[in-house]
């Protein structure tokens, strides 16, 4: 029941950056709303999928291409309002404390989950960083945090498709 809840508390804060990054043009939004996505659809996959190398490389083909769109947004992309940046991350920072701390069962898929749960507050933080530097006009700070989830983004996908396909 656990793994449920946080999976609806991430696709709901996955709507809320998606919506943000509409009003803001926030790339590093944009690289975490995907980010969350990634991880919605990697446990509706292997939930809905019997297939499972089929299933990693749907999720590693789509979590390679948001990559790529989020590094070209990033790069030709414009971006204000700072606080919606800082307001939203920081929710959405709270959203994966919160799902951390509610995963403390000792089995091995809880404690993968909580352990990415951890790092996804870490990009949080990163992007509520951006949000305070865009606040100050230093808009350079949303595109190298977009830059960083994406390409962590683009490497760990390229590792998903390639290992699925190796065992197509």
């Not at 989950?113 to 305070?132: C, E, I, N, P, T």
Request: net charge positive.
């Amino acid at each position: 029941m656990r793994k449920f809840i946080v999976t609806l508390l991430n696709a709901g804060i996955s709507a809320m950056m998606f919506y943000a990054y509409v009003v803001t043009g926030s790339s590093a939004l944009l690289a975490e709303a995907f980010h969350n996505v990634s991880d919605f659809l990697c446990l509706l996959f292997s939930v809905l999928s019997k297939y499972e190398a089929l299933s990693a490389l749907l999720n590693g083909s789509f979590v390679i291409v948001a990559s790529v769109l989020v590094m070209a947004k990033a790069i030709l992309g414009r971006v204000s309002g700072g606080k919606v940046i800082t307001l939203v991350s920081s929710i959405a920072l709270i959203v994966n404390i919160v799902g951390w701390a509610l995963l403390r069962e000792r089995r091995l898929d809880m404690r993968a989950m909580r352990l990415h749960l951890a790092g996804d507050a870490l990009f949080s933080g990163l992007v509520v960083l951006a949000g305070l530097a865009v606040s100050k006009g230093v808009v350079f700070v949303d595109k190298v945090v977009a830059m960083i989830i994406s390409s962590y983004m683009f490497l760990h996908g390229l590792g998903i498709v390639k290992e699925s396909l190796d065992k197509l």
